[in-house]
């Protein structure tokens, strides 16, 4: 069965500075892949989508992720965060045939200082 | 364009007790979905409508549970008798069509005491 690990539940950084956060996933064929935020009180948003091809995917708000098979990875990357990334962010692979059934991680909470 | 709206915001009730949430998807959006976020956990799908049929309800306890979108638009889910382990946001989600980006709205925040 298709799974999707997070392994940092809560991850710190400093204002600028650069961020990773780590997803790995199970499944068997090439899966669909996604990273969601979301911020207190609202729902999940859309950063960016993995479907085939360029392993490297920009997303918006100057995120980006890489595929890596090789792995089963999918981390999300951000060169140099702001105070407003604070937020949830969720991982997610689509399942088999139907990539909209999606499963979810169980998320990182993001916190930036000053 | 408006966004996914749900109401209410937030509920409290009791065990035992029955509760109803609403939600309506951005306009034109075929496809429907209902999730379940229990805290420290990501969403769970519940149920996935086209249109107004179910295509996906393989989660969603039908012991207590249901759902309906009737005419296809505006989706309700209702919980009778709601348990204590039931207490979690519900979140809805609307795309224009299967596989498609899918919008969520902000939730309903349950707490059953």
């Known amino acids: 069965a298709q799974s999707v690990t997070q392994p940092d539940i809560h991850i710190t950084v400093s204002e600028g500075a650069s961020l990773e956060l780590r997803c790995n996933y199970s499944?068997?064929?090439?899966?669909?892949l996604f990273w969601y935020v979301q911020s207190p009180g609202q729902g999940l948003q859309l950063l960016l989508k993995?479907?085939?091809?360029?392993?490297l995917v920009q997303g918006i708000k100057g995120f980006e992720a890489e595929f890596k098979r090789s792995q089963s990875s999918f981390n999300l990357r951000k060169p140099s965060v702001h105070w407003s990334d604070a937020a949830e962010y969720f991982c997610a692979v689509g399942a088999g045939w139907d990539t909209d059934k999606l499963i979810f991680g169980t998320g990182t909470r993001l916190q930036v200082f000053p | 364009e408006a966004g996914v709206a749900q109401s209410p915001r937030y509920k409290i009730i009791e065990k035992r007790q029955s509760v109803a949430f609403w939600c309506n998807p951005i306009s034109g959006h075929a496809t429907l979905y209902w999730y379940q976020q229990i805290l420290g956990q990501g969403p769970k799908l519940l149920i996935q409508f086209q249109n107004n049929g179910v295509v996906d309800d393989s989660q969603l306890p039908k012991d207590r549970f249901s759902a309906e979108r009737l005419k296809g638009v505006d989706s309700t889910l209702k919980i009778q008798p709601a348990k204590l382990e039931d207490s979690a946001v519900y979140l809805c989600?609307?795309?224009?069509?299967?596989?498609?980006?899918?919008?969520f709205g902000p939730g309903t925040r349950l707490t059953v005491l």
């Open positions: 499944y068997g064929a090439t899966p669909y």
């Open positions: 993995y479907f085939s091809g360029d392993t």
């Open positions: 989600a609307s795309s224009s069509d299967r596989n498609n980006e899918q919008f």
